[in-house]
Structures are given as C-alpha cells and as structure tokens.
C-alpha cells in the first residue's frame, strides 16, 4: 500500500474510531444512532469491522518460547548445583563419567 493510501485509511480509521465512540456514548443502539445521523448501518458495521480487524492486526503476539529447562531430543543432560551441561546421545559414556567423578571430589 502507497503512502498516501496507507495515511487516508489511517486518517478513516481514526475518524470512524470517533464516530463509534460516540455511539456508544450517547446510549442508543446502533440502528438508532445511524438513523439520526444519517449514517447507513452496512456502512457503520463495514467501518466497524474494519476497526476491529485493525485492532487485531496492532495488538501484541504472542511467540511460544522454547522452555531452555525442557530437556531436548537426542541429549544428554546434566544438572549440577546451578550449571548444566549438554552432550550428544551417542557421546563416549567415559568421558560424562570421568567429569561426573571429578564433580563428586569438588
């Protein structure tokens, strides 16, 4: 969308938003508020659902994190007084061991 585009839908948008706002604020439902404001009610619910669409595309997502204590496929894990340690599933046991060990005598 051009710039010039994309300032005119705001600039609507943000009109609209008012239009709403004052229906809702004078208590009348919304077939009555267009009727006295001389607003047809397709084009009040199209503006409307264009709001909340809007509203929807500029609110906050949420992005699933990887939990880092979920253990991963194909590791090993190792958890010790804070530290932690990661090796591949088909490491040479010894070495785990002989770390193990030398953890145990600290």
Not at 8 to 17: I, M, N
Not at 24 to 32: A, P
Not at 99 to 106: K, N
Request: neutral net charge; charged residues 30%; hydrophobic residues 35%.
């Amino acid at each position: 969308m051009t710039d010039a585009l994309s300032v005119r839908r705001e600039y609507r948008l943000q009109e609209w938003a008012k239009i709403v706002a004052r229906c809702r604020e004078s208590g009348m439902s919304n077939r009555e508020f267009c009727r006295e404001n001389g607003i047809p009610e397709k084009t009040f619910y199209y503006r409307l659902r264009q709001l909340r669409e809007a509203a929807i595309d500029q609110a906050p997502r949420l992005v699933e994190l990887e939990d880092p204590a979920a253990p991963k496929e194909g590791l090993l894990h190792f958890r010790f007084r804070g530290s932690s340690l990661e090796l591949p599933e088909n490491v040479d046991m010894n070495a785990p061991a002989a770390l193990l060990r030398s953890i145990q005598s600290c």
